[in-house]
């Protein structure tokens, strides 16, 4: 009956599809419930040891019953007093009777809620970075094996110079290491709310210590330590600034961007057929159509990418709608907006890694579409090349223009081949130049310095930053979905 009762209601599918355990579980009720027990236990104890009248026996009581929620009463607790930080202070008090009369001693629902909501943000940082790390790695290594493999560059769509698909690899790269460093700051600026009262004045702690402002700071800051934090914020309203949401969720929209631009490269060489991301022996592309190879894990980035880029919108608005020092309309919203962010990201990188695990690359395909461009981007190394043999700059390029117009109407208006090499060789007067052709026509010659530039890019700024997570670089990526 219960499982039946469970597909009657809608369930996101960013946990019940597609999140890590590890994420779901940092935004879970389990995970946040606890936390405000241990946010009680630290305020109790630092209270106690600055002269408090708290025992180690109301303390004892505390820690014993830290993990034990009762959940079916906080939800009826919560349903008679329409207060979910007070329908928990109940129930703990219901099972540490002894340690009730001091439980949330001072403090307001801020000083669970938020201080809770920062250090889920702390540890969904950490959770990210390791994985944004390993996508990073299997990129880098996509990009040096393939530095030097000559590919048709794209302009507007179109066919451009040639450059190498590992150096496309590292326009990826650029983007993805920028988003390391984003996603670092605002992890390492979080700040706890700490212990600062009703409006942020500390007022009632100021009373609990009869006036002694050094007891309070001290308070503040053992407070701070025990939740592994270095500093707290110096000055809160209610709430900690809404900024700092902000703050986080660009750096993860920021990420968005980047992944749904890699995405959208990698189908596009999907439709060409020159790169593919991973495709299971028994995978079906198509009900329809059994050939297709659908680019399904890119897709679901690019999907989920948006909406990663799109829940900014919450954070700006929330921050700009605070009234003084605090309104409760931010609430409803961060519930969502805070846990969707980290689980989308999440997601993608996982989804991201795995396609980077397994790209594959066809080099012969490749081939053949350079070997159809080529020649028109060879015309001016030819005209260079029939100059030092003597010709007449002007006359060569009426030459290889009109030759090349005709090649172009046999591409569009015929469908044939790219023939302007062969009416090149058929013509006498390029003659003095028809033994070099095919140096002239080499694709090596035209990547320019690209595989240096990958080379000198991966070892000066994509592995030092890899360096802190080597330790967590083996976690390999299989998508159940």
């Known amino acids: 009956m219960e499982e039946a009762d ?22 879970s009720d389990r995970k946040k419930f606890t936390t405000w027990r241990k946010l009680w236990i630290y305020l109790a104890k630092a209270e106690k040891a600055l002269g408090l009248p708290i025992t180690d026996a109301q303390i004892l009581e505390m820690e014993s019953h830290e ?47 938020d201080n809770t909501d920062l250090i889920m943000l702390r540890d969904g940082f950490d959770i990210l970075l390791p994985k944004l790390a390993r996508v990073i790695d299997r990129l880098a290594n996509f990009a040096e094996k393939y530095a030097d493999l000559p590919t048709l560059g794209f302009t507007h ?3 451009a110079q040639l450059t190498t698909v590992g150096k496309r690899a590292c326009l990826w790269l650029q983007d993805l290491a920028m988003d390391m ?22 007022a009632s702690f100021l009373q609990l210590f009869q006036g002694d402002h050094d007891k309070v700071e001290d308070l503040d800051r053992m407070v701070t330590e025990m939740a592994g934090f270095k ?14 949401d902000v703050d986080c969720l660009s750096s993860l929209a920021s990420l968005g961007a ?13 439709n060409l057929k020159e790169i593919e991301e991973p495709f299971e022996k028994d995978q079906i592309g198509s009900s329809a159509m059994p050939y297709k190879r659908n680019p399904m894990r890119a897709e679901r980035c690019c999907s989920l990418a948006r909406h990663l880029v799109a829940l900014l919108a919450d954070p700006l608005q929330t921050a700009s709608v605070q009234w003084l020092e605090r309104t409760l309309d931010d609430s409803a919203n961060r519930r969502i907006s ?39 981007m060879a015309t001016e190394n030819i005209i260079m090349a029939m100059v030092k043999a003597g010709g007449n700059r002007q006359d060569c390029h009426e030459k290889i223009r009109v030759l ?59 592995r030092p930053m890899l360096e802190p997570y080597r330790a967590k670089m083996d976690v390999k990526i299989e998508l159940e979905l």
Do not use: W
Request: aromatic share 8%; hydrophobic share 40%; glycine share 6%.
């Open 67 to 113: 993990l034990d929620i009762d959940f079916a009463m906080a939800a009826e607790e919560e349903r008679k007093l329409r207060h979910d930080v007070m329908a928990h202070v109940h129930t703990f008090a219901h099972c540490c009777p002894a340690a009730a009369p001091i439980i949330h001693l001072g403090a307001t629902s801020c000083y669970v809620g």
């Open 181 to 202: 460093r984003n996603l670092q700051r605002p992890r390492d600026d979080l700040r706890f709310r700490g212990v600062k009262g009703t409006t942020g004045t500390q």
């Open 6 to 27: 469970e597909f009657m209601k809608y369930r996101s599918p960013l946990v019940s599809r597609y999140a890590s355990k590890e994420m779901a579980y940092n935004f």
């Open 157 to 159: 769509y179109q066919p």
């Open 258 to 270: 980047t992944v749904h631009k890699i995405c959208t490269d990698i189908r596009l060489l999907a």
């Open 404 to 462: 090349s117009q005709e090649a172009a109407a046999v591409v569009k208006q015929e469908g044939g081949d790219n023939d302007l090499l062969a009416r090149v060789q058929r013509d006498p007067y390029f003659a003095p130049v028809l033994g070099q052709l095919d140096t002239i026509l080499d694709p090596k010659t035209f990547i320019g310095r690209a595989p240096q530039q990958v080379t000198r890019f991966l070892s000066e700024e994509v």
């Open 338 to 376: 805070l846990p969707e962010s980290f689980l989308t990201a999440d997601i993608i990188l996982s989804t991201l890694q795995n396609i980077t695990e397994g790209l594959v690359v066809y080099p012969k395909v490749i081939e053949r579409h350079i070997r159809h461009e080529l020649p028109f």
């Open 231 to 244: 500093k707290a914020y110096l000055v809160t309203g209610q709430t900690y600034s809404r900024k700092v």
